[in-house]
């Protein structure tokens, strides 16, 4: 799988006044009308739990500068967000600010698949920078465009 080259996101959640974050590549558009997306999560990290039982989420989309905020969000720290600076959007999901995009969702569905849970979101609200490009991911390493 290392041989494909995928996007970095950051899925963020809030339960019970507490926010949560996790780094992940497995996202993708599933359709336009009505606007779904999906994201696959280990059933084995303590975000998947907090996703399950959310009703909104969201997905920030990196910039090629944000390989720190992928692995902030990968690591093991317990208050993701002491540190990184975001505000909650529309859905009451938190929002990183220097995302490049973040898509807020509704979770409608959930699927296994195997080690992991497939989540469905309906997208709700949508943002991008004016300017900048994606982090991407490939052969275990961070890279740009270009």
């Not at 779904?36 to 059933?43: G, Y």
Request: charged letters at 20%; proline letters at 3%; glycine letters at 10%.
């Amino acid at each position: 799988m290392g041989h494909f080259a995928s996007g970095v996101t950051v899925v963020t959640v809030c339960r019970e006044g507490t926010c949560h974050g996790i780094t992940v590549s497995s996202f993708c558009s599933l359709s336009l009308e009505p606007p779904l997306v999906l994201i696959c999560i280990d059933r084995r990290y303590s975000s998947h739990e907090k996703i399950q039982q959310a009703e909104t989420f969201a997905i920030n989309i990196l910039a090629e500068d944000g390989e720190w905020l992928s692995r902030h969000f990968a690591s093991r720290e317990v208050d993701k967000f002491a540190k990184v600076g975001y505000h909650t959007g529309e859905s009451g999901a938190p929002l990183l600010n220097d995302a490049l995009a973040t898509i807020e969702c509704r979770l409608v569905d959930q699927y296994p698949g195997g080690d992991h849970t497939i989540f469905v979101g309906e997208v709700l609200a949508m943002a991008a920078q004016d300017e900048g490009r994606p982090l991407l991911y490939f052969r275990s390493g961070y890279h740009k465009l270009g």
